[in-house]
Nanobody, 115 residues
Framework: QLQASGGGLVQAGGSLRLSCAAS????????MGWYRRAPGKERELVAS???????NYVDSVKGRFTISRDNTKNTVFLQMNSLKPEDTAVYYC???????????WGQGTLVTVSS
């Protein structure tokens, strides 16, 4: 249902843009989000965007990451700028429909930031 892409290896200070394409569409999702799991750490919510356009970020990425959604392309993006080594993680996209209790996950895309 969800296909994440755009990860890779980048030097500190660089940028990457993650994409999450939903084969079933994202217009029915109440909220779309990007999570990450760094080695040895718990999974954390990085950014989320609701169908109404409300956006939230974890404090550590505020001012550096931007989440957006394009319902016409059924895709959610995560623009990541000024990347830091501590941003290294596997990034997962997620989509939720509260009415039908649906919870979809993408396969994850690895982001590695070298110092």
């Amino acid at each position: 249902q969800l296909q994440a892409s755009g990860g890779g290896l980048v030097q500190a200070g660089g940028s990457l843009r993650l994409s999450c394409a939903a084969s079933g569409g994202i217009s029915s999702m109440n909220v779309m989000g990007w999570y990450r799991r760094a080695p040895g750490k718990e999974r954390e919510l990085v950014a989320s965007i609701t169908s109404g356009g409300s956006i939230n970020y974890v404090d550590s990425v505020k001012g550096r990451f931007t989440i957006s959604r394009d319902n016409t392309k059924n895709t959610v993006f995560l623009q990541m700028n000024s990347l830091k080594p501590e941003d290294t993680a596997v990034y997962y996209c997620n989509g939720r429909n509260f009415r039908f209790n649906l919870d979809y996950w993408g396969q994850g895309t690895l982001v590695t930031v070298s110092s």
